[in-house]
């Protein structure tokens, strides 16, 4: 299996039906003081196949929102919805309370950038292809090459933000996509003769970026006491994580290692999200989350009273599903024109290549470092589907390989959106001396109390740190001490 994605480029004369690009009035139950503008509709990407990729643009809350710049912001799975997750449920200006009316939420990362929520790929959410075999064996290949499509044509929707700042985001499996269309961006860039996109970083969260390294969470549940010292021992002989990602991917799980799984659910519990060892459960939903591939998603639930919407809401899935399920917010959206079969869900989409899982992403983030892309890789460090150790082994690795030197120590870093000084997390930046300054290229970061989607549970550490990486500025390492 090749370990980097082929890349095509994409000429700037590429012809597409025109796209729908429509401004959004006024969402159903939505707050009355809004001052940003929303839009969303379809960017046509193959007009022959009839394929069209669903987004959500959220202009920034600023008096002049070309003074700032465009973030674009995927979910993982692969499968799963950035306008249920990403928008609605982590960063985006609302969020559905109990009574069924949005709430703002006052950590929207439309606070500090333009952003750009799509569906992607194809069948995931609003997103479709009117030829079926279009659903077939979709891969990471096709993935990246139907964003840069969707890219280059929102940018002849919104040609005001073709100058922008650009920067690529995402979580989980987003640590495929994100980088692999940074890569096309920059082959873009090179071999057309249109203006060059401005991608300026990327920023992963809980992200896969190598198969065997990052989802080997084994010491991480035996240190917070959720499996035993003998299933940590069988972990470690009987069934290793790179044994059972190999055998996993193939589809030929030995024996032996069944064993084990069955043995760590068993003392995982089906009340526990790998997601978030700490969340309290809700049972009214029983939606998939993005967990299609990486870990089974529990679907029960405990019930909790709660005000309309708080951080890591575990109930808040259920009415993100029931709102964006309405026929008055699915037109306000302009979405589902073409009257899809199915309800819209969290995750599902097309038949998706599972051998891509294995796809080893490292060699595509040291090539963007080569070509002077900074990279922010952060983790909740409650989420035991991508630990943070393990992302915290591949920022080391890209360190030593790029020959970088840590800038500072490994220190806390402040949440600088509470009054309270707590810490956010961990940090440590890597980078090179030029010109007489230190420049930083590589961070990594954890949050403390978070989830595998971070902004869900830790909402204002995710801006402070949203805000840092924008700005390129580092997370802040001292606090005000109230006199």
């Given at each position: 299996m090749q370990s980097l994605v082929c890349f095509t480029v994409i000429s700037c004369l590429f012809l597409v039906s025109r796209a729908s690009a429509e401004l959004i009035t006024r969402l159903p139950a939505q707050p009355a003081d809004v001052s940003f503008k929303q839009y969303s509709g379809?960017?046509?990407?193959?007009?022959?196949?009839?394929?069209?990729?669903?987004?959500?643009?959220?202009?920034?809350?600023?008096?002049?929102?070309?003074?700032?710049?465009l973030t674009l912001w995927f979910n993982g799975g692969p499968g799963c919805s950035s306008l249920g997750y990403g928008a609605?449920?982590?960063?985006?200006?609302?969020?559905?309370?109990?009574?069924?009316?949005?709430?703002?939420?006052?950590?929207?990362?439309?606070?500090?950038?333009?952003?750009?929520?799509?569906?992607?790929?194809?069948g995931v959410g609003f997103s479709y292809s009117?030829?079926?075999?279009?659903?077939?064996?979709?891969?990471?290949?096709?993935?990246?090459?139907?964003?840069?499509?969707?890219l280059v044509?929102?940018?002849?929707?919104?040609?005001?933000?073709?100058?922008?700042?650009?920067?690529?985001?995402?979580?989980?499996?987003?640590?495929?996509?994100?980088p692999q269309l940074a890569a096309l961006v920059l082959d873009y860039n090179k071999r057309s003769?249109?203006?060059?996109?401005?991608?300026?970083?990327?920023?992963?969260?809980?992200?896969?970026?190598?198969?065997?390294?990052?989802?080997?969470?084994?010491?991480?549940?035996?240190?917070?006491?959720?499996?035993?010292?003998?299933?940590?021992?069988?972990?470690?002989?009987?069934?290793?994580?790179?044994?059972?990602?190999?055998?996993?991917?193939?589809?030929n799980i030995s024996i032996e290692c069944k064993d084990v799984i069955r043995k760590e659910a068993e003392e995982i519990s089906e009340f526990t999200d790998s997601g978030d060892l700490i969340l309290p459960l809700c049972t009214s939903t029983s939606s998939l989350g993005q967990s299609l591939y990486l870990w089974k998603f529990d679907t029960q639930h405990a019930e909790l009273p709660m005000?309309?919407?708080?951080?890591?809401?575990?109930?808040?899935?259920?009415?993100?599903?029931?709102?964006?399920?309405?026929?008055?917010?699915?037109?306000?959206?302009?979405?589902?024109?073409?009257?899809?079969?199915?309800?819209?869900?969290?995750?599902?989409?097309?038949?998706?290549?599972?051998?891509?899982?294995?796809?080893?992403?490292?060699?595509?983030?040291?090539?963007?470092?080569?070509?002077?892309?900074?990279?922010?890789?952060?983790?909740g460090d409650q989420d035991s589907k991508i630990p943070l150790t393990q992302t915290r082994i591949i920022a080391n690795m890209l360190a030593k390989e790029m020959k970088f030197v840590p800038l500072g120590n490994y220190a806390p870093w402040f949440d600088t959106m509470q009054p309270q000084n707590q810490i956010g997390?961990?940090?440590?930046?890597?980078?090179?001396?030029?010109?007489?300054?230190?420049?930083?290229?590589?961070?990594?970061?954890?949050?403390?109390?978070?989830a595998h989607e971070v902004p869900y549970t830790s909402p204002s550490q995710g801006l402070t740190l949203f805000r840092a990486f924008i700005k390129g500025s580092p997370l802040p390492r001292t606090i005000k001490i109230p006199i």
């Open positions: 379809y960017i046509v990407t193959d007009a022959k196949h009839g394929r069209a990729l669903f987004y959500y643009f959220v202009e920034v809350d600023a008096a002049d929102p070309l003074l700032h710049p609605f449920m982590e960063h985006g200006p609302f969020q559905p309370g109990q009574d069924g009316n949005l709430v703002k939420n006052q950590y929207s990362w439309n606070l500090e950038s333009n952003i750009l929520y799509v569906e992607s790929p194809i009117n030829t079926s075999s279009d659903y077939i064996g979709v891969d990471d290949t096709f993935t990246a090459e139907e964003n840069l499509k969707f044509n929102w940018f002849k929707e919104f040609p005001q933000y073709r100058n922008s700042d650009l920067f690529l985001t995402g979580e989980s499996y987003a640590g495929h996509y994100v003769n249109c203006r060059p996109i401005k991608l300026k970083a990327l920023a992963l969260g809980n992200p896969l970026l190598d198969w065997e390294i990052s989802i080997d969470n084994t010491e991480f549940l035996w240190s917070h006491g959720v499996i035993s010292d003998e299933l940590l021992m069988h972990r470690k002989t009987v069934c290793s994580r790179p044994r059972y990602a190999k055998e996993f991917i193939h589809q005000k309309p919407v708080i951080p890591g809401d575990p109930c808040i899935e259920d009415r993100i599903h029931r709102y964006l399920n309405k026929p008055q917010v699915q037109e306000a959206l302009h979405a589902n024109t073409t009257n899809l079969h199915d309800a819209w869900e969290f995750c599902g989409g097309p038949d998706y290549q599972r051998d891509n899982l294995g796809i080893n992403i490292i060699p595509i983030l040291l090539k963007l470092l080569r070509s002077g892309i900074p990279i922010l890789l952060f983790n997390g961990w940090t440590q930046s890597f980078g090179q001396a030029r010109n007489g300054k230190n420049v930083t290229f590589l961070t990594y970061a954890t949050v403390r109390g978070a």
